[in-house]
Every structure is written in structure tokens, then in C-alpha cells.
């Protein structure tokens, strides 16, 4: 079993940054490729970024490449999230997710998720 906790959305103008984080207990953390997803009102949930085990190795959506950076703290256990140059499009509740199998941008992919954070970004 892997908990999940996500922290840090808000409400943010247009423009704005934002950092989530989402800390892990439970199985070794630094076993598990990470990710964060995104669904908004109406909306699929839909991919965002991947990190693999060791940090070394990250995938984004085309929405937020170049504006979101992932990472993650395998000491601390710990996933991040730093959103730059956010636009009202972003917002969405935010999850982070410990991948099982399969492609990494893909929600059935994940096994655990976190209970979502809200992003709300005002125009």
C-alpha cells in the first residue's frame, strides 16, 4: 500500500507560479515512477508529467512543456510539482499517482492516487 498526500494548490492569477507537492508513505518510495495528473470540471483526467525512479527522466504534456518542472526528493519522499507562466486553463484538481505498469502517460497505468489538490487560475 502506498498513501499519497498532495499539497500546495491555491487560487493564482494568470501569470503566477505555484508549487504542489505530494508526499508518499508505505512502500519504498524510490521504487515507483511517478506522476501528476489534472482533471477540470467536465473534463477526463488527463496526463501532466512523469518522473522515473531516480529523477533522471522526465515526460510532460505538451500543455505545460516549458512552464511546469518535476521532481522528486526520494530521501524525503516527496514528489513536486513547480508550475510557472500559469494560465486559466490550468485550473483543475491536481493528483499525483505511483505507476504500475504501462505507459506513463496514461491514467490506467496508475494504481495510487492521491486525494487531488485544487488550482484555480484567475484571467
Known amino acids: 500500500q502506498v498513501q499519497l498526500v498532495e499539497s500546495g494548490g491555491g487560487l493564482v492569477q494568470a501569470g503566477g507560479s505555484l508549487r504542489l507537492s505530494c508526499a508518499a508513505s508505505g512502500r519504498t518510495f524510490s521504487m515507483y515512477v511517478m506522476g501528476w495528473f489534472r482533471q477540470a470540471p467536465g473534463k477526463e483526467r488527463e496526463f501532466v508529467a512523469a518522473?522515473?525512479?531516480?529523477?533522471?527522466?522526465?515526460n510532460y504534456a505538451e500543455s505545460v512543456k516549458g512552464r511546469f518542472t518535476i521532481s522528486r526528493d526520494n530521501a524525503k519522499n516527496t514528489m513536486y510539482l513547480q508550475m510557472n507562466s500559469l494560465k486559466p486553463e490550468d485550473t483543475a484538481v491536481y493528483y499525483c499517482?505511483?505507476?504500475?505498469?504501462?505507459?506513463?502517460?496514461?491514467?490506467?497505468?496508475?494504481?495510487?492516487w492521491g486525494q487531488g489538490t485544487q488550482v484555480t487560475v484567475s484571467s
Open positions: 499517482a505511483v505507476r504500475s505498469r504501462g505507459d506513463s502517460d496514461l491514467p490506467q497505468s496508475y494504481n495510487y
Open positions: 518522473i522515473s525512479y531516480t529523477g533522471g527522466t522526465q
